[in-house]
């Protein structure tokens, strides 16, 4: 049986992974100080024999007994209203936290997956993004800690692959929605559901013409898997090609929901990408991976949970 350690296990993307990883037969060792995650996203797997968690913050030393196959790096704030709010948690998660993980896959002899993000490519000039792209990054601009956090995270793993000899791995996540997000997170799926289903106006930011790419979190997690078993170390971009403008997908959660909500347009947010889509021919070339959920269907299951969530937490900030 493989041992694994997902950092942020109990955030949204982090449980579904924890999910999977017991599902494939591993022993699962949560680690998360619940600063953006949520106890009780991981509260079902609490009771399973193969399962743990360890509240710890992993920008402090990390210790483990036992043997570690696999270390999966998921801690950080990941919303724009998260870390706006925590800026200095974010850097640190993505240098000290990466360190610090890094340093116990070197001293377990594990295998190490880092997740990344589209937003190490900023506001991108070349479209759809590459992995081979470098990026067009405002290191100085209120976004830019959680996007230099993700960049230096991606050097300091690859520093430990090539000095140490630490067998690692990098996803590059784009957009990804689903089950078990924050209604009031800040990111766009979240806020246009729980808008809708209050019957708010939904806030489109600028023109809601720039573009996303949306990923439903099996599609995502079935990425992952793959590279954490493949072979392959330089970074790969996991995430759905199908492109559609802010102003579409508000209209399409309006038809979805059946809200009569309007559409209110507030000013587009400093270094706010204008575009955003994956090329994902390695991810197919490398992995034999490309998204099965289509966004209507992905959307449906992801209403669904909000519809109930926000009925059993009526007045609930979050």
């Not at 078990?180 to 806030?203: C, H, K, N, W, Y």
Request: net charge negative; proline share 8%.
């Amino acid at each position: 049986m493989k041992n694994a350690i997902v950092t942020g296990g109990a955030g949204f993307l982090g449980s579904h992974l924890c999910e999977r990883l017991l599902e494939e037969g591993c022993r699962v060792t949560c680690i998360d100080n619940m600063v953006t995650g949520r106890p009780r996203n991981i509260e079902h797997l609490l009771g399973l024999d193969n399962f743990r968690l360890i509240r710890h913050d992993v920008t402090q030393p990390i210790e483990v007994a036992g043997e570690v196959d696999y270390i999966l790096h998921f801690a950080s704030p990941a919303s724009p209203m998260d870390y706006l709010e925590l800026p200095i948690q974010t850097l640190k998660v993505g240098s000290l936290g990466t360190h610090n993980t890094l340093g116990l896959a070197k001293a377990k002899g594990a295998r190490y997956l880092l997740a990344s993000t589209s937003e190490v490519y900023g506001d991108p000039l070349i479209h759809p993004q590459p992995e081979s792209y470098w990026g067009n990054v405002n290191p100085v601009g209120p976004r830019g800690v959680y996007d230099e956090a993700k960049r230096f995270a991606e050097a300091m793993v690859m520093a430990y692959r090539r000095v140490h000899s630490v067998d690692t791995r990098i996803v590059r996540i784009f957009n990804t929605f689903g089950p078990r997000m924050r209604p009031r997170d800040g990111r766009v799926v979240p806020t246009f559901i729980q808008q809708a289903l209050a019957g708010e106006p939904l806030s489109v930011f600028g023109d809601g013409s720039q573009t996303r790419s949306f990923c439903y979190v099996d599609d995502l997690v079935e990425g992952i898997w793959r590279l954490l078993q493949s072979d392959f170390p330089e970074p790969v971009n996991i995430g759905n090609p199908h492109e559609m403008t802010i102003l579409q997908f508000a209209e399409r959660i309006l038809e979805l929901t059946g809200s009569r909500s309007e559409i209110a347009f507030k000013p587009l947010p400093e270094d706010d990408p204008k575009t955003r889509q994956p090329d994902i021919t390695r991810a197919r070339e490398i992995l034999g991976w490309e998204p099965k959920v289509d966004t209507p269907a992905g959307l449906e299951r992801t209403i669904g949970y909000f519809r109930e969530r926000l009925a059993e937490t009526a007045g609930d900030p979050e």
